[in-house]
């Protein structure tokens, strides 16, 4: 058990629908990062927040936002959903990233399917 | 840029057979991480092991060896006498952990079948 609590495990919805994911990190991790896993593309990153801010974006789509809380945990909104969208998505957190460790503790993912 | 490479899509092996997964790098920094994950059929990542660019130590982990050269760029993974329970995908990532972020860049993995 990574101590990252990742809901919902199971999300079965249509195209052009809106959902949300959501993280819970590690107790006092400040840093939340969100990864896609998909058939044809594998895990790739999407964006980071650290501290309720943005810290690092990468292959993120703009009907997809996220925002992390007062409380640390996250949410992942996808929007106008498409089938491509279908995939597993991980949340990971680290404690500090500018303590250079380079260890993310991952979620068990929520897979999203889109009909 | 970061890149991982594991050429190899999918491997077949015979339960107590050796076998080594690889991994290759691209990077410009210095300091870097190297990881293996193991993702079973459940879905979930299992962290096995980081190895900072500095430590080219080889480590053991009881069926697990890994070897680090930075010379080739290389961070391969060896499962000594594999079991069936080693049948997963394997995914070699990178971290260049800079910048207040550690996002890792991941190779598209290596899809391990043990038979028994």
């Known amino acids: 058990d990574s101590g990252v609590t990742q809901t919902p495990k199971h999300l079965i919805t249509a195209t052009g629908q809106r959902v949300t994911l959501r993280c819970s990190p590690r107790?006092?991790?400040?840093?939340v990062y969100w990864y896609q896993q998909s058939l044809d593309q594998g895990l790739q990153f999407l964006i980071q927040y650290y501290n309720g801010e943005e810290r690092a974006k990468g292959n993120i789509l703009e009907r997809f936002s996220a925002q992390q809380f007062p409380d640390l945990h996250s949410e992942l909104n996808l929007s106008s959903l498409e089938l491509g969208d279908s995939a597993l998505y991980f949340c990971?957190?680290?404690?500090?990233?500018?303590?250079?460790?380079?260890?993310?503790?991952f979620g068990e993912g929520s897979r999203l399917t889109v009909l | 840029a970061q890149k991982v490479t594991q050429a190899q899509t999918e491997i077949s092996v015979v339960e107590k057979e050796d076998v080594t997964l690889d991994c290759v790098y691209e990077?410009?920094?210095?300091?870097?991480?190297l990881f293996w994950y193991k993702q079973p059929p459940s879905g979930e990542l299992v962290f096995l092991i980081r190895r900072n660019s500095f430590d080219e130590q080889n480590e053991i982990s009881g069926r697990y060896s890994w070897n680090f050269q930075k010379s080739t760029s290389s961070f391969n993974f060896t499962i000594t006498a594999s079991q069936v329970v080693d049948s997963a995908v394997y995914f070699c990532?990178?971290?260049?952990?800079?910048?207040?972020?550690?996002?890792?860049?991941f190779g598209k993995g290596t899809k391990l079948t043990v038979n028994p």
């Open positions: 107790s006092g991790d400040l840093s």
């Open positions: 990532a990178l971290s260049e952990a800079q910048g207040g972020s550690e996002k890792l860049v």
């Open positions: 990971a957190s680290s404690a500090d990233p500018h303590a250079n460790t380079g260890e993310l503790f």
């Open positions: 990077t410009r920094d210095t300091t870097y991480y």
